[in-house]
């Protein structure tokens, strides 16, 4: 089923005067390496953006972090949600991996990426969120013992996401030119509003920030059934409508999308309320 941008409306948490920055929500973040810093500032910068109380990031890039965005905390404690992976490699994660077995341990919903999705694979859970293009699912598939061709994910990649959903007991959103999301035994969703100049490096660390910041905000019905998939899916409409506003018909960085995330939730507030 197609996800319109009303959908989206409905799953942006707007704060109210009885709001502080710990009730909004507080959005942990593991993410970033020295390989792939500019991965953790995308997906801070996405998040800070996107609207929401806090963010602790405890990764390895905490110096172009602070420098781009110096209202992040590096302090460990208590967070609403986690985002974990964006700019890690599954074979170099260090002292990462246990803090992405933490997150997974957790009770807290997780958006993983990149370099955690193999971590998932080895711990799947209700509350995970894996982020994957192509590639990346033919590798977790792999992991669970199911061999497939990335060429057969992308001339089918709707019924992979929910193959991949119910093999893997996670909710599966699968990147691409349609994003197609899937959660077990839940809705099926799909999101088609981001222009081609959005493949570009980095686009998909920004859009797990923006994730990230829509699980942290509806901490209180984020792992509700159904919910993880609405909410992935409202991440993919901001995403798609940011890039859009972003392009006007022209070249967009990933910074460009993350810069333009305002413009696209004010948008959609806008919509709803007239
Ligand atoms: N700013 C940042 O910090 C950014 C950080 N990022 C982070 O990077 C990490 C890895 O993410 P990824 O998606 O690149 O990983 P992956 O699926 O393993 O792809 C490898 C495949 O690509 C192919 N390939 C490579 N070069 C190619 C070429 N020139 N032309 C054609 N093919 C080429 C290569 O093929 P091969 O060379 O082996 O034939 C292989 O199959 C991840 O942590 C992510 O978060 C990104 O988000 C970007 C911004
Ligand atoms: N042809 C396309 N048209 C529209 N959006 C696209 C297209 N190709 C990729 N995207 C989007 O761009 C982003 C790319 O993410 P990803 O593959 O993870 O790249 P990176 O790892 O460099 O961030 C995803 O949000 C994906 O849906």
Sequence with gaps: ?????RDAAAHVAVPTA????????????????????GAAVLGVEAAARTGIGMIRYLGDATEPVLARRPEVVSAPGRVQAWLI??????????LLAALFSDALASAEPVIADAGALESVAL???????VTPHFRELARMLA???TRVDV???AADPGRWAVRAANRLGVTVLLKGATTWIAEPDGPQLSVSIAPPWT????AGDVLGGILGALLATNAATAVEPGMPARLAASAAVIHGLAASIASRGGPITALDIAERVPDAVRRLLSSESG
Excluded at 85 to 94: H, N, R, W
Excluded at 199 to 202: E, I, L, N, S, V
């Design 1 to 5: 089923m197609p996800w319109a941008e």
């Design 151 to 153: 060429a057969d994910i």
């Design 85 to 94: 992976g964006s700019g890690t490699d599954s074979q170099d994660l260090g």
């Design 18 to 37: 009885v709001s502080d920055k710990y009730s909004r929500g507080v959005l942990g973040v593991v993410t970033g390496s020295s390989a792939y810093p």
């Design 143 to 145: 992991a669970g013992g």
């Design 123 to 129: 711990a799947p859970r209700r509350g995970v969120i």
């Design 199 to 202: 493949a570009t490096a980095g």
